[in-house]
């Protein structure tokens, strides 16, 4: 199985703020990863696909890059509204597998 | 509006059977992939499986392949996951997703427990 280690498990910060998550995948996925967002009491929501691509409707803010091993989700001008949990999916290999998640607190 | 929604889940004991479904709308289901992911409570996320559009071809994860089953009704729009043998470790909130993830419904939650 793929794994996908991520980091850091939470992070704190503010409004305006800029900040970065990780995944490392223990072999080569290419591009097929997608990242996810999910708000308290809520079901998930895709906000990237193929590493790179935002699902419809997300803010530019949220932008995914990466290829290979090594993946990044970086929220640009964080808001309120960004308090979540973070995870990233590869989907290149069967079984899928999910990163452990990224906790985001707001000040 | 793309729609799913689950339903089947309760509390259940160790070893009983339980169906899961899973009713969409909002876009044609008989086009797509459908998927099973599952969260535990501690907020781990598994990959249960998928099923072609057609019905004709599924993937599991090794783990469950013995006692998880995944199937489609596509005139009636609804996926379906039959769980057997269920565990303690079973117990997590089941989501079913369009493809790899693309939209989520709202999760039913599965306990088991004597």
């Known amino acids: 199985d793929t794994v996908m280690t991520q980091s850091p498990a939470s992070m704190s910060t503010s409004v305006g703020e800029r900040v970065t998550v990780n995944c490392k995948a223990s072999?080569?996925?290419?591009?097929?990863v997608a990242w996810f967002q999910q708000k308290p009491g809520q079901s998930p929501k895709r906000l990237i696909y193929?590493?790179?691509n935002r699902h419809t409707g997300v803010p530019d803010r949220f932008t995914g890059s990466g290829f290979g091993r090594d993946f990044t989700l970086t929220i640009s001008n964080v808001e309120a509204e960004d308090l979540a949990v973070y995870y990233c999916?590869?989907?290149?290999?069967?079984?899928?597998?999910f990163g452990s998640g990224t906790k985001l607190e707001i000040k | 509006e793309v729609q799913l929604v689950e339903s089947g889940g309760g509390l259940v004991q160790p070893g009983a059977s339980l169906k899961l479904s899973c009713v969409a709308s909002?876009?044609?289901?008989?086009?797509?992939?459908m998927s099973w992911v599952r969260q535990t409570p501690g907020k781990t996320m598994e990959w249960i499986g998928d099923?072609?559009?057609?019905?004709?071809?599924?993937n599991y994860a090794p783990s469950l392949k013995n006692r998880f089953t995944i199937s489609r009704d596509n005139a009636k729009s609804t996926l379906y996951l039959q769980m057997s043998n269920v565990r303690s470790e079973d117990t997590a909130t089941y989501y079913c997703?369009?493809?790899?993830?693309?939209?989520w419904g709202q999760g039913t939650l599965v306990t088991v427990s004597s």
């Open positions: 999916l590869q989907y290149d290999s069967i079984p899928l597998t």
């Open positions: 997703t369009i493809t790899k993830g693309a939209y």
């Open positions: 072999q080569s996925v290419g591009t097929v």
């Open positions: 099923i072609k559009y057609d019905g004709s071809y599924t």
């Open positions: 909002g876009f044609t289901f008989s086009d797509y992939w």
């Open positions: 193929l590493a790179t």
